[in-house]
C-alpha cells in the first residue's frame, strides 16, 4: 500500500484514504520536491511542495493535470495565462502545456491529480 495510505479491501474495491501530514513527512524524507502516492489504471496522485522563493523547475507533461493548492502562495504561469494562487484554488492544465508556480510568497504545498496516471 502506498506511504500514508489506509486501505479497507470489499470485494474487488479498494478506498484508501490519506493524510497530508504524513504524505508531507513522507515526501521530505525523501528529499524531494514531489511524492506520487496513488496510481491507478485511469489516473494518479501526488503531493508537490516548494518553499517560498524556490524555483519551479517543471516541464509538460503528457498528461491532463489538476493542481489544488493545500497551502501557500504562488503565481502560476499556464502557456501564456497567469494567475495569483493560494489556499483552496484549483488549476487544471492540458497535457502538453508548459506550466510552472513562480513568486513563492508562502511554502506551497499543492496536491497534484494526472489523467492517465503519470510514469
Keep these: 500500500m502506498p506511504p500514508g ?12 484514504e490519506f493524510r497530508l501530514d504524513r504524505l508531507d513527512l513522507e515526501r521530505a524524507a525523501h528529499n524531494g520536491a514531489y511524492l506520487r502516492f496513488l496510481r491507478e489504471p485511469r489516473m494518479s496522485a501526488g503531493l508537490y511542495a516548494l ?3 524556490e524555483a519551479d523547475s517543471q516541464r509538460p507533461h503528457a498528461q491532463d493535470v ?6 501557500g502562495r504562488a503565481s502560476i504561469t499556464v502557456g501564456e495565462e497567469t494567475t495569483m494562487v493560494a489556499r483552496g484554488s484549483v488549476v ?3 497535457a502538453g502545456q508548459p506550466a510552472r508556480f513562480h513568486h ?4 506551497l504545498r499543492v ?3 494526472f489523467s492517465p496516471p503519470e510514469g
Aim: hydrophobic share 40%; glycine share 10%.
Design 66 to 71: 489538476i493542481n489544488f493548492v493545500v497551502s
Design 51 to 53: 518553499a517560498a522563493g
Design 111 to 113: 496536491l497534484v491529480v
Design 104 to 107: 513563492i510568497t508562502e511554502d
Design 92 to 94: 487544471y492544465v492540458p
Design 5 to 16: 495510505a489506509q486501505g479497507e479491501r470489499k470485494g474487488n474495491e479498494q478506498m484508501k
